[in-house]
């Protein structure tokens, strides 16, 4: 990529002398060093946004354009309406302008929005005009949507791919409507443009925008580096058994089963936040499965492999290795729903192998899905489906941009106006490193779990769904259960987890809401004692009805899941003074190879 060329800048020119006119006294070197550092902050901007648009674009569904003619036929039938809405908006541009006139006083910004909380958005009368032109028009497009009629699908998805456009035309995005950026590039004498220039091309290689320093993290080094053993491994998965750090340890071991579209060590990543090292020095054996990033060779691979030649399969290691009949097991988010049909098959087997089950953010009932919905339709399910004889891979980077997407402000443009537009390395955060380390999916398991689960919603039907040939019906389950959500999860809306507890035919569940979001709500841990918990035994027919009966306690959701799960754990016996057994040798340290797979 060509680097900008930026003429330096005399220091007499700061961002106070950034106004609507130049001065008339103003020195004619000045004006025109002035002018090279503009066309030079065009320059850069114009290769930012056209790498940025054509190298880390998310995918668009097929049928977001019909959702948007609806939109265009509705308006045509309510002139009325927007005629309305139209007369507002000029009233109140007008309104904006008296302000920056000074003949009135202009319409404040919620100062909780992070994109217009430095001071330089309220200093300069012509950046707190641009800004307020945003909001007023951000406004007016979205009542003008909400207000047009159309069915509740193409209502969604027009205000998801409105909300899209909003916030990407935000003036912070764009580095000539951005004071921060303006002051920034002229104190560097453009030096933080170049540098933001070198970040895009770096990210552009990697394929994604970098929201961390991932320079200073390393799985196995100062990521997933709970002592542990893989002792087993097949082409679909590494099981890990975790290294007892008590004198004595529950009978019964769980299994953990995390997410396939994501790497496992969001449950263990550094000793501090670890999910694993916590229970672990609770006195439980710990076992994780860890997803293999699918290579090509493997793109047949079908939801019915996860299965059978996953869950079932690490679930019977398990229960060799302890020499237990029956063992606990956690399926987490998309693992969740994973061991959600294993247990049906489990079931007409006759395989009574767990004691309990926990779903962690986890779905059953995917009626209301959230906003991952608009990413699924039955075009783009169908163009797969005539794919699936040849197989394939669906990229972890295509999937992590889609989850980005749902709060685009804080996980794409935040990091384009921090690294790109004013060349900062965004801080060490390990959870936004995980989160860019993506799995890739085989294409049968993918585009099985879009049609059954988000367009079908068979696994909330009884008998609409069958896995390894096994019809599906979770009224059957029976085992204890435990149900945790997130009250601000984007992936998993908690009350539409809440509804498995309507489903499931257990009469011993357990529900229970977390603090924050899909996932600095599901890893929150003890020690921090942060954030807090909602509990309620009762499970009455709503979510609403539930939280609002519900007790609130301060600190993490783990101390409640510690109490539910110990007294199902058996008694306590010595330590195991090795992994495995003669049948499930040791085959190398945890975190194992598969982990650290990259997607290409």
């Known amino acids: 990529m060509q680097q900008a060329h930026y003429e330096p800048l005399k220091p007499v020119i700061g961002c106070e002398e950034i106004s609507l006119s130049q001065s008339n006294t103003e020195r004619p070197e000045d004006a025109a060093s002035f002018n090279t550092f503009l066309q030079s902050l065009?320059?850069?901007?114009?290769?930012?946004?056209?790498?940025?648009?054509s190298g880390i674009r998310p995918a668009t569904p097929p049928d977001a354009q019909r959702a948007l003619d609806q939109l265009m036929h509705g308006m045509v039938g309510g002139t009325s309406q927007l005629l309305n809405l139209q007369r507002g908006y000029y009233k109140q541009q007008m309104d904006l302008w008296m302000g920056l006139l000074g003949a009135g006083v202009p319409q404040g910004a919620d100062k909780s929005d992070r994109r217009f909380a430095a001071q330089e958005w309220d200093d300069y009368p012509f950046f707190d005009f641009v800004k307020q032109h945003y909001l007023l028009t951000s406004k007016w497009l979205t009542e003008l949507v909400d207000g047009v009629p159309m069915d509740d699908a193409s209502r969604e998805k027009v205000t998801f791919y409105t909300r899209q456009f909003i916030?990407?035309?935000?003036?912070?995005n764009f580095a000539l409507?951005?004071?921060?950026?303006?002051?920034?590039a002229m104190d560097t004498q453009g030096e933080s443009l170049a540098e933001g220039m070198r970040k895009l091309a770096a990210d552009l290689e990697k394929g994604h925008i970098s929201q961390t320093d991932e320079s200073h993290f390393a799985v196995g080094e100062n990521l997933a580096v709970t002592p542990g053993t893989v002792v087993f491994q097949s082409e679909l998965f590494q099981l890990i058994q975790y290294t007892p750090t008590t004198e004595q340890v529950y009978e019964r071991p769980v299994l953990f089963v995390p997410p396939a579209v994501n790497k496992y060590y969001l449950m263990d990543l550094q000793p501090h936040n670890s999910m694993v090292r916590h229970f672990v020095a609770q006195g439980y054996t710990v076992f994780m499965i860890s997803w293999r990033n699918i290579p090509e060779s493997l793109g047949k691979l079908s939801w019915d492999d996860y299965v059978e030649a996953g869950v079932i399969k690490a679930a019977m290691a398990v229960r060799e290795i302890a020499k237990q009949d029956k063992i606990n097991v956690l399926g987490f988010c998309i693992g969740g729903v994973i061991l959600a049909t294993a247990l049906a098959v489990m079931k007409a087997r006759e395989l009574d192998w767990f004691e309990s089950v926990t779903f962690m953010t986890s779905l059953i009932d995917h009626t209301e899905p959230g906003d991952l919905k608009q990413f699924v339709d039955w075009d783009l399910v169908k163009s797969r489906e005539a794919k699936l004889e040849d197989g394939g891979v669906i990229s972890g980077k295509e999937l992590a941009r889609g989850f980005a997407m749902l709060r685009a402000n804080d996980l794409i443009w935040?990091?384009?106006?921090?690294?790109?537009?004013?060349?900062?390395?965004?801080?060490?955060?390990?959870?936004l490193y995980?989160?860019?380390?993506?799995?890739?999916?085989?294409?049968?398991?993918?585009?099985?779990?879009?049609?059954?689960?988000?367009?079908?919603?068979?696994?909330?039907?009884?008998?609409?769904?069958?896995?390894?040939?096994?019809?599906?019906?979770?009224?059957?389950?029976?085992?204890p259960t435990y149900i945790f959500a997130a009250r601000e999860d984007h992936i998993v809306p908690w009350a539409s987890a809440y509804r498995g507890t309507q489903l499931l035919g257990s009469d011993a569940i357990r529900f229970v809401l977390g603090a924050s979001g899909h996932i600095a709500g599901s890893i929150n841990p003890v020690s921090g004692n942060k954030r807090n918990y909602w509990v309620n035994d009762a499970l009455p027919a709503t979510a609403d009805d539930w939280l609002a009966g519900a007790e609130s306690r301060p600190g993490s959701w783990w101390q409640d899941w510690d109490t539910w799960l110990a007294p199902k754990s058996g008694k306590l016996v010595p330590a195991p003074k090795a992994p495995g057994n003669r049948k499930y040798r040791a085959i190398e340290p945890a975190p194992g190879s598969y982990v650290k797979e990259k997607v290409a």
Request: aromatic residues 12%; hydrophobic residues 40%.
């Open 42 to 53: 065009t320059d850069s901007h114009r290769q930012i946004l056209q790498s940025f648009v």
């Open 167 to 172: 916030d990407a035309m935000s003036p912070s």
């Open 177 to 184: 409507t951005n004071p921060e950026v303006i002051k920034l």
């Open 414 to 431: 935040n990091y384009v106006v921090n690294n790109y537009l004013k060349g900062k390395t965004p801080p060490l955060f390990d959870l």
């Open 434 to 479: 995980w989160n860019n380390d993506s799995a890739n999916l085989p294409l049968p398991m993918h585009t099985f779990f879009l049609r059954e689960m988000y367009l079908e919603n068979n696994l909330a039907k009884p008998g609409a769904m069958k896995v390894c040939g096994v019809p599906v019906d979770v009224r059957q389950y029976d085992w």
